[in-house]
């Protein structure tokens, strides 16, 4: 089969499999879980995967996955949509909502009526938008993962999480770092500073001592002590935007290190938090870009955009006890990205294998970042990222730095 007919075919099994899921597993799953099987399918076929991948792929997660619950009622407005933001209980309400919403659209309108909607404002300040940033930003990256593939489906499904994701604490700490809250936080109140400067001014902040963690739960203890709000908010507010690529630039490499590069030489451990940062990253990347046509109809919504992914990050860091960074713990060997990937391209079979790392959405989520981050950098930026791609491939055994792994004593170790 040549190459052009190959794709074609891995093209088809992609949709089929996206529609399939659709009809018989609800996107959010029980406690608080969501159905990874869109981004991990899109994650595989954007790494160049094969038909039979995606297969195993969708054959592996399917057994634990839910069909869609009933909705307590459905929702017909716009009010309406507004008014149960952030309740599980109505995502299929909210999936019937968006699909006859998007009814007869093409993949090009759908950008367009997607942007639209993430933008409009209810009571309160409400947009659906901020619920790309709730569970820390999971419908972000599926919303990226659907624009990538050029899947409708995925992007109503995308827009349902987003609405069951929506967090009250989330968007009044974005509003806040966006100065429109009304907070008595002067505005830029510090000059700004490069983002892995500001991460450094956190690791020597003292009032952060004493997090109990690592884990996305100290979430809540952060933002319930108003002075720990502050710093966040201020250390947000410091991350200079107007010079858009420098930032993604810099936002980029420090990603792909806190993911790659926060533990001890010779003893890997990657933090599960941390490994979605360079994700978030490149879907800023993917939604600013798709976007960009739309900002004079909708408003610019860059700021919030870039922010809001800023602000996972700092959060990311805070709540991982402030890891510090060191690129030496990462081979250093810099392998070609044919070499890095071979072993993906080989994984059929040990995608069906318990354990394997190629089954993990996470892991591949990651070394799929890792790999497209780096087409925006120079060489000596190319050559990093490599080096700590093919770490990832070559180390990885398990996550750690969430409670629930492990009985929570498997933790990243900060003290490099």
């Not at 010079?243 to 810099?250: A, C, E, F, K, Q």
Request: one cysteine or more; aromatic letters at 10%; hydrophobic letters at 40%.
């Amino acid at each position: 089969m040549d190459p052009a007919t190959a794709e074609v075919g891995t093209r088809h099994v992609l949709e089929k499999l996206l529609n399939q899921n659709i009809l018989e597993h609800s996107v959010h799953q029980r406690f608080n879980g969501y159905n990874d099987i869109p981004t991990s399918l899109a994650t595989v076929f954007l790494l160049g995967g094969s038909a039979a991948q995606l297969e195993a792929v969708y054959e592996v997660r399917k057994p634990n996955l839910q069909q869609w619950p009933l909705s307590p009622s459905p929702i017909y407005d716009v009010d309406a949509s507004y008014q149960h933001l952030g309740d599980a209980q109505f995502q299929r309400a909210y999936m019937s909502y968006f699909s006859f919403l998007h009814t007869n659209k093409g993949y090009a309108s759908t950008i367009a009526w997607t942007a639209s909607l993430l933008a409009q404002t209810a009571g309160a300040g409400r947009t659906l938008m901020h619920g790309l940033f709730g569970q820390f930003g999971r419908s972000f990256v599926f919303l990226s993962d659907g624009m990538e593939v050029r899947s409708a489906p995925m992007i109503v499904q995308a827009l349902t999480l987003a609405a069951v994701d929506w967090d009250e604490n989330i968007q009044n700490l974005l509003l806040s770092c966006l100065s429109v809250s009304g907070e008595e936080i002067p505005r830029n109140p510090s000059p700004t500073l490069p983002p892995s400067w500001i991460l450094l001014n956190l690791r020597l902040d003292g009032r952060f001592t004493g997090l109990q963690g690592p884990g996305i739960s100290n979430i809540s203890a952060i933002l319930g002590k108003p002075m720990l709000r502050v710093a966040i908010i201020k250390s947000v507010r410091a991350l200079p935007i107007t010079d858009i690529p420098t930032t993604l630039r810099d936002l980029s490499r420090l990603s792909v290190l806190l993911a790659c590069a926060t533990h001890k030489s010779k003893q890997p451990a990657y933090d599960y938090y941390l490994a979605r940062l360079p994700a978030l990253v490149l879907s800023l990347r993917v939604i600013l870009r798709k976007f960009e046509p739309f900002w004079p109809i909708i408003g610019d919504q860059r700021p919030a955009l870039i922010r809001g992914v800023w602000m996972l990050i700092v959060l990311a860091y805070v709540c991982q006890l402030r890891p510090t960074i060191d690129e030496g713990v990462c081979l250093s060997s810099t392998p070609n990205w044919d070499q890095i990937l071979s072993d993906f391209h080989l994984s059929t079979q040990t995608l069906y294998e318990p354990g394997s790392k190629y089954q993990n959405a996470r892991f591949l989520k990651l070394l799929r970042s890792i790999y497209q981050l780096a087409t925006y950098e120079d060489e000596p930026g190319q050559a990093t990222f490599r080096k700590c791609a093919s770490s990832l491939t070559g180390q990885w055994t398990e996550w750690c730095g969430a409670s629930w792994l492990r009985g929570g004593h498997f933790n990243l170790d900060v003290t490099l």
